[in-house]
């Protein structure tokens, strides 16, 4: 069975509709962690040596957060910068690293809706363009990037059967990795 780690990169998970509901939604699978970071990390100073171990112990790393600013919450920064160092999760040679080989998922929410996100739309830019950054990161650390999951429109009223059924569709995508 694959060990999943859910990384959440949400500034106050418990006021959060949306990415509350997804981790709501797969916290009792017994293979998913759920590791809160901005919980764990009030003050951003990321023990990177515990990250590590958590991400040795994890065959799929999850990264969960909303969209800010057409990037990830700063939270994110921080543990990249701290977690995800030359020599143990990327190298310029190509060589293998802890992190190779490791399935990752992005889960973001946005406030937007899907329509928002593609060349005609209001952003001009489709998500995979704006994720480019986390693609970029995720491949130099020789992860194997898993298709994208998205919950758009939370800024539009998603209804409650909205948000529920993206949860359920989080929770069957995160049972496949058992």
Same mark, same amino acid.
């Given at each position: 069975?694959s *060990?999943?780690?859910?990384?959440?990169?949400?500034?106050?998970?418990?006021?959060?509709?949306? !990415?509350?509901?997804?981790? /709501?939604?797969?916290?009792?699978?017994?293979?998913? &962690?759920?590791?809160?970071?901005?919980?764990?990390? =009030?003050?951003f100073e990321?023990? #990177?040596?515990?990250? +590590?171990?958590?991400?040795?112990?994890? %065959?799929?790393?999850?990264?969960?957060? =909303?969209?800010?600013?057409?990037?990830t919450?700063?939270?994110? +920064? *921080?543990?990249?910068?701290?977690?995800?160092?030359h020599?143990?999760?990327? !190298?310029?040679?190509?060589?293998?690293? +802890?992190?190779?080989?490791? *399935?990752?998922v992005?889960?973001?929410?946005?406030?937007?809706?899907?329509? /928002?996100?593609? =060349? /005609? #739309?209001?952003?001009?830019? &489709?998500?995979?363009?704006?994720?480019?950054?986390?693609?970029?990161?995720?491949?130099?650390c020789?992860? %194997?990037l898993q298709p994208?999951?998205?919950?758009h #429109?939370?800024?539009? #009223?998603l209804s %409650?059967e909205?948000?529920?059924? &993206?949860a359920k569709?989080? +929770?069957?995508?995160?049972?496949?990795?058992?």
């Amino acid at each position: 069975m694959s *060990k999943v780690l859910l990384l959440v990169g949400h500034p106050d998970l418990s006021a959060s509709r949306h !990415n509350g509901a997804l981790v /709501d939604a797969v916290r009792d699978l017994e293979h998913v &962690t759920v590791h809160d970071l901005s919980a764990l990390y =009030p003050d951003f100073e990321i023990d #990177g040596d515990a990250e +590590r171990a958590l991400l040795t112990e994890h %065959d799929v790393i999850v990264f969960q957060h =909303p969209l800010y600013w057409y990037s990830t919450p700063v939270i994110f +920064r *921080k543990w990249q910068d701290t977690v995800l160092t030359h020599g143990w999760a990327f !190298n310029y040679e190509g060589k293998p690293t +802890r992190t190779t080989g490791k *399935k990752a998922v992005l889960a973001v929410t946005t406030g937007g809706r899907a329509e /928002d996100y593609s =060349p /005609d #739309g209001s952003t001009e830019f &489709t998500m995979d363009q704006i994720l480019a950054p986390w693609h970029a990161t995720l491949g130099l650390c020789q992860f %194997d990037l898993q298709p994208l999951f998205v919950l758009h #429109g939370a800024a539009f #009223g998603l209804s %409650d059967e909205d948000v529920s059924s &993206t949860a359920k569709d989080y +929770r069957e995508l995160l049972a496949s990795f058992a």
